[in-house]
């Protein structure tokens, strides 16, 4: 099944052997174009599914006009209840791309996207549907969450160790800049009647709420096919379940999930509930603007992964949270005095911080896992180094997905947060202060294990190590 390293002239090869980017003379002459080819694809096909993810943060802010009888705290549980099956559906999907392979996962995941489009695009134009049925179909948009762990597990095997900051932040902001991209377009094609051919007419209020859906089915096409014909999978990417299970043993697995929960759940997190909270707190202001937010979180995460490759990703975690506690206490403050403006532009440094935190995090996790097991080889010569790298190499593949799920389920947890404090107390400032306490304890443990040398020999590793 597997071949030698293909050429560029060759896009269609499906396997690929001897896959050896830290071969200097073989990345220059080949091995660049063909991962450079793959993160294209996965970009996209990542970009679609994190667009359909969020699809709903924009939708239940339309169903009341469109004439559901929803409570504020439903809608909210609409929004939140994606993020929660996207968070458990990562679990899985990390492991897929080492037993089907980067590309043929990757066909199968875009394919079963029609999925949630397909079934939003009728059941919105259902006013009478009951909120249980609705529940479930806004959950299979969760099947889009998934995307992000695999295609990150993926791509980390392509690039050499020097890049996979720059990589991996360019593959994630390709995919998180879909929340901005269905957040300022859904809002258009739901306001004019441009897909006649799927519609028959708008539904109350004058929306077009199927075109939430239909919008996305010609893109997954050209998703599906692009993975067909010039994508590949590498068979030194291939691991069992139990050389990757191995991750979950791991200490370090389980602070970085605790930490990306503070960076990307929320990205996540706030990406979906950002409409919402708008309307609820600011109903004169329209929630199109919601789209800037993901939109410069998306575009500051390359930033994040740059950083971190220059000085090392736990330096720019640990700034980035002193931020995002700034940030925190600055949203809360002008939800107090009600003034839009502030509001709008804390929340903006606190996207921003989420992104660079984003690339920051995961710059982080192939360094940790690569000094950890250099470690424990020490001493065993060139054959235990080259062990030790290997296995490395596919842990921190599994651990990149592993940690993408854990953090993914701010997604859930911070919509939740908002609906159940706003219907509690009136406003979000209770579920603010459990964030800001919250950060504050990512702030801690970065500093512990990841800045702090005295702790151990094990942490002054990692620290010299620029993780």
Not at 38 to 57: P, R, V
Not at 147 to 172: E, Q
Not at 218 to 227: H, N, S, T
Not at 406 to 413: I, N, Q, S
Request: hydrophobic share 50%; net charge positive; charged share 10%.
């Amino acid at each position: 099944m597997s071949s030698t390293p293909n050429s560029i002239d060759k896009p269609n090869s499906t396997w690929i052997s001897d896959w050896d980017p830290e071969n200097a003379k073989f990345w220059e002459s080949e091995g660049k174009f063909i991962a450079r080819r793959n993160l294209i694809w996965s970009i996209i096909a990542e970009h679609l599914g994190f667009s359909i993810w969020l699809i709903w943060s924009i939708v239940a802010t339309k169903l009341p006009q469109a004439g559901f009888p929803y409570s504020t705290d439903q809608l909210f549980q609409l929004v939140a209840l994606p993020g929660l099956i996207g968070s458990l559906i990562r679990f899985p999907y990390t492991f897929a791309v080492t037993t089907f392979g980067g590309r043929n996962w990757t066909i199968i995941s875009a394919t079963v996207l029609f999925i949630p489009t397909i079934a939003l695009a009728y059941f919105v134009t259902q006013p009478d549907t009951p909120f249980w049925v609705m529940l479930l179909v806004a959950a299979t948009a969760g099947l889009g969450g998934g995307n992000f762990a695999s295609s990150m597990t993926n791509i980390s095997f392509f690039y050499p160790d020097r890049m996979k900051g720059w990589a991996l932040g360019l593959n994630a902001a390709g995919g998180n800049i879909g929340v901005s991209s269905v957040q300022l377009l859904t809002p258009i094609l739901m306001g004019v009647g441009l897909i006649n051919l799927y519609q028959a007419t708008p539904s109350a209020g004058g929306l077009y709420l199927q075109n939430a859906g239909l919008m996305w089915l010609l893109p997954l096409v050209i998703a599906v096919l692009g993975a067909v014909f010039f994508m590949n999978n590498l068979t030194n990417a291939r691991a069992s379940l139990k050389d990757q299970f191995a991750i979950v043993r791991r200490k370090h697995t389980w602070i970085m999930s605790y930490i990306y929960i503070g960076t990307f759940g929320s990205f996540i997190g706030y990406s979906a509930a950002f409409p919402l909270l708008i309307k609820t707190q600011f109903p004169t202001v329209s929630v199109a603007i919601a789209f800037l937010g993901p939109l410069v979180g998306s575009l500051s995460r390359p930033l994040g992964g740059l950083l971190a490759d220059k000085v090392g990703g736990a330096i720019v975690t640990f700034w980035n949270f002193i931020v995002m506690l700034g940030a925190t206490v600055g949203v809360m403050y002008f939800i107090d005095i009600k003034e839009f403006g502030g509001f709008l532009a804390m929340f903006l440094v606190l996207f921003i911080t989420t992104g660079v935190g984003n690339g920051s995090t995961y710059r982080m996790i192939p360094s940790i896992f690569r000094e950890e097991n250099l470690r424990k080889a020490k001493g065993s010569g060139e054959a235990g180094r080259a062990l030790a790298l290997s296995v490395a190499k596919i842990e921190s593949g599994a651990a990149l997905g592993f940690i993408g799920a854990v953090g993914a389920c701010g997604g859930y947890l911070i919509p939740r947060g908002f609906g159940a404090s706003i219907q509690a107390t009136g406003g979000p400032h209770l579920a603010l202060a459990i964030y800001l306490a919250f950060y504050a304890s990512c702030l801690a443990l970065t500093w512990w294990y990841y800045l702090r040398r005295s702790y151990s020999p094990q942490s002054t590793s990692l620290a010299e190590a620029r993780v």
